[in-house]
């Protein structure tokens, strides 16, 4: 097993703590002059993109439909909506696409500014306080991490009175909600809004998801994104499904046209991609579980079981210095937990890559053994 040995070498981490890192994952802008390279000459574990894509069927719908610049979209996204409900099951008067989950996750912090407060599982992704906070909505925690869900819970004053925001499979843990235990909450709580940013992630088979429930109850609010499963994040697509007198409320607070042409055409295509859903599937639990291996042979470094596309990594070093440390001598972006208070310098977050990337990571976390000792980070 390798470890950490007290040795010396030459490296740059001295000079790592000054430029504070930025706030979410895949920011290589930020990232590349730290490592002296380009943007595309990093590898990137930051950011929780699927590694396979984008599907040719992206693309592909991308390139038919380019002529299309020069026309306003529908603005119903009419054409979307019915591939969005057939794909997932709903009705599509029950789907409003958005300018990726980030703008939809703005219009639930307004909507949800009116109850006495809102819960949110903790720790959890920085985008949810931005939102709140544009609107002045009130919230409280509720943490997850190496503590039992239900009974936290159960912990939760007067919960008819407010909001509960889950994410599930939860970010960063990895953590899978049972959708038994999320429907008593949905019977309890004012309003449920599920974040299932990453459920396309797990086959039909480990699948949680609560769309299916979204008829039986107008308080539950489901938000998706098809940028991280389909490898589309800069061209920003999510959707949210909940009750039709909801969404007509947050089309009317929206600006027109939040999703571009080639966003729509993108997103009709690939739910149809079955072939690449599929190679996802098949991926994903031998790559996961092989970089969880690899990070384990690593001294110091504690990985948690994870149901998705990344894993939340216990570092014995600084989290913030030690990205810093690998993007000066290893051209390797990960991502800090800076971002999660609860978290801060404990800790890691790593996307599953494929394979040979993992190689890459392991050995530059095992030439820490060549450091002095961690006085330097």
């Known amino acids: 097993m390798p470890k950490l040995n007290p040795t010396t070498k030459n490296t740059k981490v001295l000079s790592v703590g000054l430029v504070s890192s930025p706030r979410h994952g895949g920011n290589r802008q930020w990232a590349a002059p730290i490592a002296g390279v380009s943007p595309r000459e990093m590898l990137d574990f930051s950011a929780n993109i699927n590694p396979l894509g984008p599907p040719p069927s992206a ?14 979209p529908d603005p119903d996204y009419r054409e979307l909506k019915l591939a969005l409900g057939d794909f997932y099951g709903v009705s599509p008067d029950r789907v409003l696409p958005g300018n990726g989950a980030a703008e939809l996750l703005t219009w639930i912090g307004r909507e949800l500014a009116h109850l006495e407060s809102t819960v949110i599982l903790r720790p959890a992704f920085g985008d949810y306080d931005r939102a709140f ?18 009974t936290e819970i159960s912990l939760v004053e007067n919960p008819q009175n407010k909001g509960l925001l889950l994410n599930n499979p939860h970010n960063p843990t990895g953590k899978l909600i049972p959708k038994t235990e999320i429907l008593d909450c949905i019977k309890k709580f004012n309003t449920v809004v599920i974040d299932e940013a ?6 039909p088979h480990q699948d949680q998801s609560c769309l299916d429930l979204v008829e039986l109850y107008p308080n539950l609010i489901i938000l998706r994104s098809l940028t991280k499963f389909y490898s589309l994040p800069g061209l920003r697509l999510g959707f949210v499904v909940a009750h039709p007198d909801r969404l007509e409320r947050w089309q009317n607070w929206r600006d027109p046209w939040s999703v571009n042409c080639l966003a729509v055409a993108a997103g009709i295509g690939v739910v149809k991609d ?35 596309n990344f894993l939340l990594i216990k570092t014995p070093v600084p989290g913030s210095k030690l990205q810093k440390y690998l993007l000066q001598n290893h051209k390797i972006l990960i991502r800090d937990c800076l971002s999660f208070a609860e978290l801060g310098e404990k800790y890691i977050r790593l996307a599953v890559l494929r394979n040979a990337a993992h190689d890459v990571l392991f050995k530059a976390l095992v030439d820490l053994n060549t450091l002095s000792d961690y006085s330097l980070f």
Not at 60 to 71: G, P, S, V, W
């Open 59 to 72: 693309l592909a719908a991308i390139q038919a439909h380019l002529e299309e610049l020069r026309h306003y």
């Open 133 to 150: 906070n544009a609107f002045y909505s009130k919230t409280e925690n509720l943490y997850i991490l190496n503590r039992d869900f239900r």
């Open 198 to 203: 990453f459920m396309d992630f797990l086959p």
């Open 274 to 308: 079955k072939g690449f859903q599929a190679q996802t599937w098949a991926w994903l639990p031998e790559a996961r579980s092989d970089l969880y291996r690899k990070i384990s042979q690593v001294e110091g470094f504690e990985p948690l079981p994870s149901l998705s």
